[in-house]
């Protein structure tokens, strides 16, 4: 496979991904962390580092308003429950260092 090519395949799939999680919003991002050891705001960062990396000019919020489909603070409004004490305790034993 050439390059184009895995990088178009690359991109379609984080699309997708990014879509998925945007039609899933009873997933909480702290379940994604327990389960996957990553979440929306990762995903968020990670594309907010690689725009850095090739000189695009992008702020935090606009990144996290790609992977979310709208202002972070508007998603949280609508969709974020409070962390179960459940929850927050494997988030804990998840991520000791």
Not at 25 to 30: G, L
Not at 85 to 97: E, N, V
Request: hydrophobic share 40%; net charge positive; proline share 2%.
């Amino acid at each position: 496979m050439d390059d184009k090519t895995r990088t178009e395949l690359e991109a379609a799939a984080f699309r997708r991904l990014v879509d998925h999680l945007r039609e899933r919003t009873d997933v909480q991002n702290i379940d994604l962390m327990n389960l996957a050891g990553f979440c929306r705001n990762c995903l968020s960062k990670w594309y907010l580092a690689a725009a850095q990396e090739k000189g695009v000019a992008l702020t935090d919020p606009e990144a996290r308003k790609i992977v979310y489909g709208m202002p972070y603070d508007e998603w949280k409004a609508k969709y974020q429950n409070e962390a179960s004490a459940d929850q927050k305790a494997k988030f804990a034993a998840s991520h000791k260092h």
